[in-house]
Structure formats: structure tokens, C-alpha cells
């Protein structure tokens, strides 16, 4: 993702526009040029570092990359561009998390068509599969009090507000939040960090926990998971999506998200105190045309 946003220097706004259009067209060595004459006249300005960091990488200057990066993430430390976790895969590294400003911005900028872009064009489908998760493992149940981690703009609460008595949305997007209010699901709806929710959130108060396509964002589902657990009463379960990697624990993929393996997730299950009642394998969406794999799973707070 790529900021939009205002330099304050009208000329440097136009190159900069100028630059996403070639970087989007793939003409990279021009949105490399225009990246730079963006920054001769705003040099301080974040997302043209970041920009121009792109164009380099998809150029195979990977030096230039690393280095324009590091100069976004040096004029915006708190890192709404995500450069970051593109300095961390260049280096093969995998951070926690993902900026809590790269989400909020992703996603401010992503809800007005948030809904109709996910489904129709990526064939979105992870509520679904959580739904039937959750569906074979308490057949006709229905759940007190329900927490939908990132609910974004309410496909969750869609799917699983006949099984919910009260549901509560979470989300880090003030703009998605507002797409989840206007649907009139939610009895709760709260503007958090997920981590905060979870620290602050009464111990037991809820029975299921839903998380559809939010681990890709976090890395070290460890402390998530713990919360997680405190926050369920026991014999509460928790389902969950995330794409899937074969080996190691996680990292970040060219796609900027997150990925986990089958080992990891259930080493940290069993670390917060979860039983496995499924992990599976599971397609929720598509990118360029071509099925993600991933991983739809169902833990029980013992």
C-alpha cells in the first residue's frame, strides 16, 4: 500500500500522482524518476520514500529499496506506509506485528469498498468457513456473548449474528467501524488495538471468539492467544483464520501479510491453554486469480 495524502507542495503532489500511475502501469523505471523529482521538492515527505523504495524493488535495486525504506520509516516513525515489513522481509526477518498505523490506514482507506471488492473480486469467504467450523463443533448451539476480533465492516457479525444472543465487534479502522455500525449488527462496537481489547476485557466474559482473516496482520499470535483465552469462559471456543506457510513459524510474505504453520499455530494453542478441535486447510480468498492457502481452525478453552 501506498499513502495518499498531500506533501504540501502542489508540484511535488502532481509528480507524486504522476509516480503511482506509472508504478501502478509497471513502468517502473518511471515511477523510480518521478519518485525522485517528487522528493527534490519534498524531501521529508514519508510516502514518497516509500514509493520510491517500490519502484527500486521491483527494479532489483534491493540496496536502493532497503535504503529508501529506511527513510520512509525515518520521516514516519509510526509507519502508516508499512515500510517496515518491507525492510523486514528484504532482510528475512518477521516482526510481531504490523504497524497498528499501516492497519488503521490500510484499512480507513480500503472501507468504502471494502465489502464489495473482498467478495466479489477476491471471493472472500472466511465468516463462511468459520461459520460451518464452529457449526460442526457445536451443532444448533447458541452462544451468550460473542467476540468478533477485527470485524471490519461486519462480515462476521453477518454470518454468525443467528448464533450470537449479543456480539461485540472490535476493530483498529474508525472508518470500517462505521461500515459495521451502519449494518445495525452489533451490540458492542469498540475502536481498540486488538491487544488492548484483550487486556482490558473482563476475565470470562464471552463464549466464542471469531477471528476472520485478522492474524494476517500479527505475526506472534502468542500474547493474542492468551487473551484470547482469558477472555472466554471455559468450554468457550475460538475460530480463527490465517494463511498458512509449511514450515518454521511465521513470517511475511510478498503480499505483506502474514503467514503460519500448522506447528506454530498448535504450539501456541496448547501455550494458552486451548485444545485443537480443528485445524484444516482452507482457501478464503483470492489473489491476481489464484486460491491463498491457508488454515481454518476451532480451539476449546479447557
Known amino acids: 500500500m501506498t499513502p495518499t495524502g498531500s506533501s504540501g507542495d502542489l508540484s511535488a503532489d502532481r509528480r507524486y500522482q504522476w509516480a503511482l500511475g ?6 517502473f523505471e518511471a515511477a523510480r524518476d518521478l519518485f525522485a523529482q517528487t522528493l527534490e521538492l519534498a524531501p521529508d515527505w514519508a510516502p514518497a520514500w516509500f514509493g520510491l523504495g517500490q519502484a527500486q524493488e521491483a527494479l532489483g535495486r534491493l540496496d536502493d529499496a532497503t535504503a529508501a525504506y529506511r527513510a520512509a520509516l525515518e520521516h514516519d516513525p509510526a509507519d502508516a506506509s508499512g515500510a517496515s515489513l518491507r525492510l523486514a522481509r528484504l532482510a528475512g526477518a518477521a516482526p510481531a506485528s504490523a504497524p497498528r498505523a499501516y492497519v488503521k490506514t490500510l484499512f480507513d482507506q480500503y472501507a468504502p469498498k471494502f465489502d464489495r471488492h473482498l467478495v466479489a473480486a477476491l471471493s472472500y469467504r472466511g465468516p463462511d468457513i468459520l461459520r460451518d467450523v464452529v457449526a460442526r463443533a457445536a451443532p444448533g448451539r447458541t452462544f451468550e456473548d460473542m467476540l468478533d476480533l477485527g470485524c471490519g465492516a461486519g462480515l462476521a457479525g453477518e454470518a454468525f449474528r443467528d448464533r450470537a444472543q449479543r456480539m461485540t465487534g472490535i476493530d483498529l479502522s474508525p472508518a470500517m467501524m462505521e461500515q459495521a455500525h451502519a449494518k445495525g449488527l452489533y451490540d458492542r462496537l469498540i475502536a481498540a488495538d486488538l491487544l488492548d481489547f484483550l487486556r482490558e476485557e473482563p476475565e470470562a466474559s464471552a463464549d466464542l471468539a471469531v477471528a476472520a482473516d485478522v492474524f494476517v496482520y500479527i505475526g506472534d499470535l502468542g500474547p493474542v492467544f492468551s487473551g ?53 486447510r482452507a482457501v478464503t480468498r483470492k489473489d491476481r486469480g489464484a486460491d491463498v492457502p491457508g488454515w481454518a481452525a476451532l480451539l476449546l478453552k479447557v
Open 22 to 27: 506509472a508504478l501502478e502501469g509497471r513502468d
Open 228 to 280: 484470547v483465552a482469558r477472555a472466554l469462559k471455559p468450554g468457550g471456543l475460538f475460530a480463527f483464520t490465517t494463511q498458512s506457510r509449511p514450515d518454521g513459524a511465521y513470517g511475511v510474505g510478498e503480499d505483506m501479510r502474514f503467514s503460519h504453520s500448522q506447528a506454530y499455530l498448535r504450539h501456541v494453542a496448547a501455550q494458552a491453554g486451548f485444545a485443537v478441535q480443528e485445524l484444516a
